[in-house]
């Protein structure tokens, strides 16, 4: 291939990750551009967790664990190239370090700290003032956290939580920023916020960010690129306008 | 009086011996059984170093909780960490290389008596009209230091902040760049040198006995469990508890029933609330 790895802020090439001998990810290679927003989408068991998982480095923590207690074998094979340097068998906290950062389904906010001390949690990898600017962000971006400083994370509501995952990421100062179903089991006030939060974040930072969900509509009008995915592939791809302008997406993902 | 005063005491003197272990477990989920022999290893180095080295006092002391803090990242790095999330084998494993140094210690002839170590001050006073050796007041005022040391490690330093991150989630504070291993170590460390700071305190009020690391183990785990594991704020409450509780038996049944009491414990605790007065359950976490 000739593509100039140095445009690109990820690219993954004909990566492939078996559970055993099931397939969750089949040869699916993805171009993501610098500064945009890219989406992924499929329904259960289309692979867009294992395919975060794989990303974020989350996959190599769990074949470890798994391999510890003799359980299922995960294997997986591919180029992955973040900034030209092939990261596929870095540890997340390494890819971390190298701007990755994670905001994993279902939030999994640290539940018995308060939402300050969450972001502070976040911040292991950001120098002072760094911390002091994003916290500053944070907080603009999402001021309903400001007076919930101190409560007990566990308490807050499920878009509440949401916030606070999405702050606690960028607190780690990601350069490649996953949020995986960042919508899942929101109210649809709450999801055109927090899509709205995420453009705008992308807009202030220019911070790349992958987005998979299974339901595309919320997220359509900010994606700059998207990704269609079934059992474990990718079938169709392209911009936001021709992805909404094919029928089949429509009949797939707007359940119309 | 004596009763609260000794009582206080022997609370503290139990803070002391199982801060170390919760702390170590709430973070890494390691439960170290060589928690025990690192306290007596402590106390016999201290020992060794003071009178057959001849070195200073405190100097002793230091020198011994570096090593027990490095015991125990040692112990994590290279043993514990090829088990780790299989409890049963966490536990064996731990049991086993404590009772290694433990029996290795009464092999290399620590028996009661002649091993002593000497209090910080000598000499007592007054509290209350009830007297007090220093060396007792000494244990107050470090289980105090070491709760209050504790609390702003873990809720204002990044490294403390970064332990409490892996304690309540591994997978997402991996991918906030904390390297959960690293962490554990830290934990394991710290923690046997609290083990082997509670042997330094504890030692000098009576002998260094291969016996009383099986019994702090016991107490260790009597107070986590009681407190909830992984909770340190239900160690401390639960080490009040027993503490009282034991001095009240020793005081007005038998003083050899300071050890059932601990025990009793941990049986009554896991009838009524098998998750500690303060353990939690993780149903929260999943809120939509």
Known sequence: MSVKTTDYSLLINNLMLFYENALAINNISLKIEEGKITGVFGANSAGKSSLMHTISGIILDMAKKEKMKGGERITWFGEMLFKGEDIINLPPHKRARLGIVLCPERRQIFSESSVLENLMIGSYLANSSQTKETLDFVFELFPELVKLKNREAGFLSGGEQQMLATGRALMAQPKLLLLDEPLLGLAPSVEQRLSRAIQDINKHTGITIIISEQYARPLFPIIDYGYLLENGGVVMEGTSKELMDNPDVIGAYFGI | ?288
């Open chain 2, 1 to 288: 009086m004596d009763l609260i005063i000794y009582g206080l005491i022997n609370s503290v003197s139990l803070v002391l011996s199982s801060i170390g272990f919760a702390l170590a477990y709430g973070v890494s989920r390691v439960p170290n059984f060589a928690h025990g022999s690192l306290y007596v290893l402590t106390g016999y180095m201290t020992w060794l170093f003071l009178n057959q080295y001849k070195m200073p006092y405190i100097f002793a002391i230091l020198l011994s909780l570096a090593i027990a803090g490095l015991v125990g990242s040692i112990l994590y790095r290279y043993i514990l960490i090829r088990v780790r999330g299989m409890p049963i084998s966490e536990i064996i494993a731990s049991f086993g290389i404590g009772m290694a140094i433990l029996e290795m210690l009464r092999w290399a002839g620590l028996r009661g008596g002649t091993y002593m170590l000497p209090p910080f001050i000598r000499g007592s006073i007054d509290v209350a009209a009830v007297p007090v050796d220093y060396q007792r007041i000494i244990i107050l005022i470090a289980g105090a230091a070491v709760v209050g040391f504790l609390w702003v490690f873990t809720h204002y330093t990044k490294t403390g902040l970064s332990l409490r991150g892996i304690a309540q989630n591994e997978r997402a504070a991996l991918t906030l760049g904390i390297d959960s291993d690293k962490a554990a170590t830290v934990a394991l460390g710290f923690g046997s040198a609290l083990a082997g700071l509670a042997g330094v305190l504890m030692f000098p009020l009576g002998n260094i006995t291969v016996q009383s690391g099986y019994e702090v183990l016991i107490f260790a785990i009597a107070v986590s469990v009681c407190g909830g594991l992984g909770s340190w704020g239900g160690a401390i409450l639960a080490s009040f508890l027993i503490g009282f509780a034991q001095i009240i038996t020793v005081t007005y049944i038998a003083s050899h029933y300071h050890f059932v009491v601990a025990l009793l414990t941990i049986v009554i605790i896991l009838i009524l609330k098998p998750s500690g007065l303060f353990g939690r359950q993780k149903e929260l976490e999943e809120r939509v």
